[in-house]
């Protein structure tokens, strides 16, 4: 299983652009990078998943370099409620057995 | 997106009670279901992995006999806290996969308070 490495925390101010970077030096071939992001109380939420390059949906960028061993979750224009911790998994399917570990995550606090 | 239904939301018990936390996948099929515990401000942990028509696999230092899971269908999928104690209680949250893209839909999670 591919070991992650977050920042512990990160702090922002509103309509900036946040960056969270991932160090997972021992990602597998068929391994997809996929962030969550978890409130307080709640199940984590799927945000974005990537093989490689460059992925975009409505909340949130993620880029891939091309060695893959790290990736980067953009968050465009933060707002308060963007406040939350931030977990970077990698984990491929294998045919069965498989699992996904939590690492520390990226507590990210957006004031004002 | 895919929906994953957890209950109950939270529950408390007296200690030596059995608990059973149920989680639903609602608009698709999960073969596979996880079930983490987590502690204030600390990170997910695996505690085992729900396949169904078969036994779970659990992680190290899971015990098996106190963390009853069972897998009967493949939308559903329950953990059973048996004879619960104080050092139990704890955020339990289910996930499912969809897919073969190792994208996991969460529960909303179930809080655990045993008096």
């Known amino acids: 299983l591919a070991k992650t490495t977050q920042p512990i925390s990160m702090d922002s101010y509103e309509g900036q652009e946040v960056n969270i970077t991932c160090s997972h030096n021992n990602i597998a071939t068929n391994d997809y990078i996929t962030w969550y992001q978890q409130f307080p109380s709640q199940g984590p939420r799927f945000i974005i998943q990537g093989y490689k390059t460059k992925v975009t949906n409505e909340v949130a960028s993620l880029f891939i370099p091309a060695d893959r061993k790290s990736s980067t979750l953009s968050l465009p224009r933060v707002s308060l409620s963007d406040t939350a911790v931030y977990y970077c998994l990698v984990g491929g399917f294998t045919g069965g057995g498989n699992k996904l570990t939590f690492g520390t995550g990226t507590q990210l606090k957006v004031e004002l | 997106g895919a929906v994953v239904s957890q209950h109950p939301s939270w529950v408390i018990c007296k200690s030596g009670t059995s608990v059973k936390i149920e989680c639903r996948s609602l608009d698709f099929q999960a073969t596979t279901m996880f079930w983490y515990r987590q502690f204030p401000k600390q990170s997910l942990m695996l505690m085992a992995t729900s396949n169904e028509g078969s036994k779970a696999t659990y992680e190290q230092g899971v015990e098996k006999d106190k963390f009853l899971i069972n897998h009967a269908s493949l939308t559903l999928s329950t953990l059973t806290v048996t004879s619960a104690h104080p050092e139990d209680s704890s955020f339990y949250i289910c996930?499912?996969?969809?897919?073969?893209?190792?994208?996991?839909?969460f529960g909303s999670g179930t809080q655990l308070s045993v008096l």
């Open positions: 996930s499912a996969r969809l897919g073969a893209r190792e994208k996991l839909f």
